[in-house]
């Protein structure tokens, strides 16, 4: 599946939703819980994956240019080829709104 | 009899410096409802409550423009004073984008689902295409302040986005109750102000003003982003103010800090408020007679992010071009008028004893003000 900036991509075993703020350069498979995102629903979160995903956050996997914001809480954590992404830290606030 | 009515605002505006503020480069546009009685009756009643505290605060139009004034900030029409927000044109209406922060801005492609070297011209080119709602819920579900204005393109022509979330919920306090005024003789009511930008510090100034002990709390990795913006208004907001920084990461210190407070000022969404351990049930069944103020972008139970301008675009507080178009009023004009909606709020629940929660949103706050009453016309 390619990666597209706003594809919308549930997790195949836990609630976790994401959508997708920087394509990968080269085609990559975005995992959640071990398993690969937007497949048929089905199976258990890997225990190597469990970690979770907090709302509102944004994970990237640096070597591939993948960034994506989590729009859904769930059990599995996201990963690339078994990496885990990192989470990246909050917003700095504007100097004027 | 209706010719000096309208004659007299047009001055009042002017000198008020919102004329400046208002309308294209080139062309001042003026709004056709009187916002200025608005601004002076809540500047009004914050000043008499000042003076309940002994304190004449002398507040004139600065405490709006003053900021702009500090920037060198003037009108530019379709975009905010300060450059970051600005009026598109959807395919049923106009929204506000406000592309305040650099993540904003990395976020575009995903809002709009298409790659672009320049976000404005994508924004201005997808969102002709889309309908108002779909774009504001897609930003929405991505943290991005954005808004729909509450203006059909044409009268008649398209739904007004309800607005009931967006009501002001400020306490309504008689301020009339209590004889002892003032802080003399008592110990000095301790603010903690986790707030920042403009209008949670407008409110932590004024209630420094009036002789309360103000402590500006923030987090050691994300500092008030209004420290990088210009020195003298960052000085004037926080003069006679502590200053504490808090790892937000082992939030102890930052609940006892909560918890010695007679105020908080916050200006987060509860979520992340309750991500740091701290919710206000929990706090204020602690401290019944805590005065807790909440300033938020579209209130308490709405998620949605937003700023200055863009809340005050939410509210319908903009003016109509000749030909139709909405323009910018005044700078980021929702965060000086929460700010002191806040303010108001607080002082009351102060002279009052505490207990209370000061719900004030920019776009509701905004609301009451763009809901002034229509100018006389020629």
Redesign the interface.
């Known amino acids: 599946m390619k990666l ?4 919308r991509l549930k997790s195949a075993v836990c609630d976790t939703e994401v ?4 394509p990968p350069k080269e085609p990559v498979t975005l995992e959640c819980g071990g398993a690969p995102m937007g497949g048929e629903a089905g199976g258990a979160v890997s225990s190597d994956h469990a970690g979770g995903t907090l ?2 956050k ?1 994970y990237e996997h640096a070597p591939a240019g993948l ?1 994506v ?1 989590c ?1 859904k809480p769930g059990a599995g954590s996201l990963s690339v080829g078994g990496v885990e992404l990192t989470l990246k ?9 | 009899m209706n010719r000096p009515v309208f004659m007299d605002f047009e001055r009042r505006w002017a000198i008020s410096g919102l004329e400046d503020l208002t309308g294209h480069a080139g062309e001042a546009v003026l709004p056709k409802r009187d916002f200025l009685a608005r601004l002076d009756e809540l500047s009004g009643r914050v000043e008499e409550l000042g003076e309940r505290f002994g304190v004449a605060l002398g507040l004139d139009h600065s405490v709006f423009m003053g900021r702009a004034a500090i920037l060198g900030l003037t009108r530019r029409g379709q975009t905010s004073c300060n450059g970051t927000c600005r009026l598109i044109e959807s395919g049923d209406g106009w929204l506000a984008v406000n592309l305040a922060r650099p993540e904003d801005v990395d976020l575009v492609p995903a809002w709009l689902c298409r790659k672009g070297d320049d976000p404005w011209k994508a924004i201005g080119k997808t969102a002709r295409r889309c309908s108002t709602a779909d774009l504001i819920e897609r930003a929405a579900m991505l943290g991005m302040p954005v808004a729909a204005i509450p203006f059909s393109r044409h009268p008649g022509e398209g739904r007004d986005p309800d607005l009931s979330s967006q009501t002001r919920r400020l306490s309504r306090l008689d301020p009339g109750l209590r004889q002892d005024d003032g802080l003399e003789g008592g110990r000095r009511p301790v603010v903690v102000d986790l707030s920042s930008l403009w209008a949670g510090p407008l409110c932590g100034h004024l209630l420094t003003r009036i002789g309360c002990r103000v402590i500006k709390v923030e987090s050691t990795t994300r500092p008030d982003g209004a420290r990088f913006g210009p020195a003298t208004f960052f000085e004037e907001l926080h003069n006679g103010q502590e200053f504490v920084t808090v790892d937000f990461a082992t939030p102890d210190r930052l609940r006892d800090l909560i918890l010695s407070a007679d105020v908080v000022i916050e200006g987060s969404r509860p979520r992340a408020l309750r991500q740091l351990g701290i919710d206000r049930d929990e706090v204020m069944s602690q401290r019944p007679s805590m005065t807790w103020v909440s300033i938020t972008a579209h209130g308490r139970d709405d998620a949605r992010v937003g700023f200055g301008d863009d809340a005050a675009a939410a509210a319908g507080l903009l003016a109509w071009d000749r030909a139709g178009r909405p323009v910018f009023v005044g700078d980021a004009i929702a965060d000086p008028i929460a700010g002191l909606t806040a303010a108001e709020g607080a002082m009351a629940s102060l002279l009052e004893g505490g207990g209370h929660t000061i719900d004030v949103s920019l776009s509701g706050a905004a609301a009451w003000v763009a809901d002034a009453p229509e100018i006389a016309s020629w």
């Open positions: 597209t900036p706003g594809l959508v997708i703020v920087r709302l509102g944004r960034e914001l729009v830290g909050a917003k700095q606030l504007p100097s004027s709104d």
